[in-house]
């Protein structure tokens, strides 16, 4: 896969192209996902902040507009304050620019960013200076038909080491996910 190529915008971050997100949102429509919070998605988020350590948590799903955040985990207050004395907390949503999902769906792969300032293409993402985000992980939610519906992924306001076991945990915790969302499909229990 290849990223676009750069576009004048006034910082760093290009966002992947995402031609599967048409398909991705009849699928997702199909599963019942997408368009709503979901309390078992939201306790699974949670259940990965504690796995982690990670104050923010998240089950993504991505349209052609932006990402919608169905499974949410945030901390009760900011963990930041910014020098005006005011926190910003994650919504359930943003534009398909801002954090770094969208880059995990284009690569099919997970992500690990133990400091995304010592990465120039993702320095400049809006979720670093509005949210204080300085550390991700993140894996591709890719179901049977090979779609990738979504991520599921951790943030911290810290740099985070995630090594190799946080990689092997965000793919084991992802594909354990998928066989849930995709048992929506016969009636099954999400989880």
């Not at 907390?89 to 400091?115: E, I, N, T």
């Not at 995304?116 to 038909?145: K, Q």
Request: proline share 9%.
């Amino acid at each position: 896969m290849s990223y676009d190529p750069p576009r004048p915008a006034g910082r760093l971050l290009l966002t992947p192209e995402d031609k599967g997100a048409p398909a991705r949102r009849r699928r997702l429509q199909l599963l019942g996902l997408g368009e709503r919070p979901e309390p078992a998605l939201d306790a699974f988020a949670h259940r990965l902040a504690e796995l982690t350590g990670a104050p923010y948590a998240m089950v993504n799903f991505l349209h052609e507009e932006g990402q919608f955040f169905a499974g949410l985990y945030t901390p009760s207050a900011p963990p930041a304050v910014r020098s005006d004395g005011t926190g910003t907390l994650l919504g359930r949503s943003l534009p398909r620019d801002h954090g770094f999902c969208p880059h995990v769906v284009a690569r099919r792969k997970a992500l690990a960013l133990q400091d995304v300032g010592d990465y120039p293409r993702f320095a400049g993402n809006p979720v670093v200076d509005e949210f204080g985000i300085r550390s991700y992980l993140g894996a591709p939610l890719i179901d049977s038909t090979g779609m990738v519906l979504g991520t599921v992924s951790v943030c911290d306001i810290r740099p985070r080491a995630w090594g190799q076991e946080g990689l092997a945990a965000i793919k084991e915790q992802a594909a354990r996910l998928v066989v849930r969302l995709e048992g929506r499909e016969d009636g099954g229990l999400l989880l």
